[in-house]
Antibody, heavy 125, light 110 residues
Framework: QVHLVESGGGVVQPGRSLRLSCAAS????????MYWVRQAPGKGLEWVAL????????YYADSVKGRFSISRDNSKNTLFLQMDSLRAEDTAVYYC??????????????????WGQGTLVTVSS | QSALTQPASVSGSPGQSITISCTGT?????????VSWYQQHPGKAPKLMIY???NRPSGVPDRFSGSKSGNTASLTISGLQAEDEADYYC??????????FGAGTKVTVL
């Protein structure tokens, strides 16, 4: 059973940094790309970042490019999001999600297959 | 990276069918099969309902179906049930290898 558990959220002042983690289990972590998606209070979903299965290809939303960095440790089945120069508008629940699925010898990519429960980041002075 | 366009709300009575639209451009929805839909109940994480335009993951009832025509994708819920009341989001792969979500549609069961 796929299980994703985010941690590291909390209250942080504007301009400071925070590092989120996502512990994965129940699937071959190193075989799948992974995402971060966020949701501001009362708002919709916003894609934040994508990291390929081997950690070589990274993509970011324009709203976080240059401030956030996605990475992973396949030996520890863990995904990370380093968030620097935080702003009030970064306040949101941050979800990690597994990309796509492989079954019966066929892989289907480019959708958010399983999600964690989320971790809340509040940027406030 | 502009959000896909969804109606803010859709409602229907139990047993009825409703359709939620999701309009993008030829650089996202219209250009790829990678359109997916997610259901989110209040305070919960999103749940995958449809992937690759019309494929249902195991465990999703067959009254949920997806389709696409040009730059607009659609999610149809047939035989609407009380537990279907939730927010629904579409998402698409984009030509820049990024991903984009719709703004979300609140489904109300009357």
């Amino acid at each position: 059973q796929v299980h994703l558990v985010e941690s590291g959220g909390g209250v942080v002042q504007p301009g400071r940094s925070l590092r989120l983690s996502c512990a994965a289990s129940g699937f071959t972590f190193s075989a799948y790309a992974m995402y971060w998606v966020r949701q501001a209070p009362g708002k919709g979903l916003e894609w934040v970042a994508l990291l390929s299965n081997d950690g070589t290809d990274k993509y970011y939303a324009d709203s976080v490019k240059g401030r956030f960095s996605i990475s992973r440790d396949n030996s520890k089945n863990t995904l990370f999001l380093q968030m620097d120069s935080l702003r009030a508008e970064d306040t949101a629940v941050y979800y990690c999600a597994k990309d796509g699925d492989c079954s019966g010898g066929r892989c289907s990519p480019n959708f958010f297959h399983y999600w964690g429960q989320g971790t809340l980041v509040t940027v406030s002075s | 990276q502009s959000a896909l366009t969804q109606p803010a709300s859709v409602s229907g009575s139990p047993g009825q069918s409703i359709t939620i639209s999701c309009t993008g451009t030829s650089s996202d929805v219209g250009g790829y099969i990678y359109v997916s839909w997610y259901q989110q109940h209040p305070g919960k994480a999103p749940k995958l309902m449809i992937y690759e335009v019309s494929n249902r993951p195991s465990g999703v009832p067959d009254r949920f179906s997806g389709s696409k025509s040009g730059n607009t994708a659609s999610l149809t819920i047939s035989g609407l049930q009380a537990e279907d009341e939730a927010d629904y989001y579409c998402s698409s792969y984009s030509s820049t290898s990024t991903r984009v979500f719709g703004a979300g549609t609140k489904v109300t069961v009357l």
